[in-house]
């Protein structure tokens, strides 16, 4: 695997045995078929269509379902953490790029850059914002903050002008498409 230095710094360890697991797959099939497999690996993915559901969604459409139900209820929001986050429309810019010329077997990540993270706290923010929530936002402190930030220096070795979606156009793309649709959106 080529990023493994900045992702065992950062990524949790539970995480590096897949990513190991991936690239050893790919490498074993290319060597043994001579086809070029690979894996690509995104970052906390979003967009409308996604999974709000509070629990077992991802990171950024619970949070909006979070934001949504305390407006709906008169309660205060509680947030902690930091993630990197990618909308869905440049993951599959980003798909597209993989199928048609990334010719290499080892993983890539699809991530937003190190300097793109941001905390669960900026990203309520964009969310309050857009869905002009008047509750409390408490962050907290006392939760403990694990960071999973990923380094995309192998996507900018190949695509160094890659423009990502401004994190609040998507945010308030995501929360308009949430918001008209919540009766039937997956939550």
């Not at 953490?81 to 440049?90: A, C, E, K």
């Not at 077997?105 to 190190?114: A, M, R």
Request: net charge negative; proline share 4%; glycine share 4%.
């Amino acid at each position: 695997m080529l990023e493994p230095k900045s992702m065992s710094v950062t990524i949790q360890n539970d995480e590096q045995p897949y990513r190991a697991f991936e690239s050893l797959v790919s490498r074993a099939y290319y060597e043994q078929h001579g086809c070029k497999f690979t894996s690509v690996i995104p970052t906390n993915v979003f967009g409308p269509h996604d999974n709000f559901n509070i629990d077992d969604g991802h990171v950024l459409p619970g949070l909006i379902h979070k934001v949504y139900s305390a407006e709906e209820n008169g309660t205060a929001l509680s947030v902690w953490t930091r993630r990197q986050f990618i909308y869905s429309l440049d993951v599959a810019r980003l798909f597209i790029w993989v199928l048609r010329e990334y010719n290499e077997v080892d993983p890539s990540i699809l991530s937003v850059g190190e300097e793109d993270e941001v905390s669960i706290k900026e990203a309520a923010e964009s969310i309050v914002a857009a869905m002009e929530f008047k509750g409390e936002l408490i962050f907290d402190s006392t939760k403990s903050d694990v960071k999973k930030t990923a380094s995309n220096h192998k996507l900018r070795k190949y695509l160094p002008d890659f423009q990502f979606t401004p994190l609040n156009k998507v945010v308030q793309e995501t929360c308009n498409w949430f918001d008209c649709n919540y009766a039937q959106a997956r939550k």
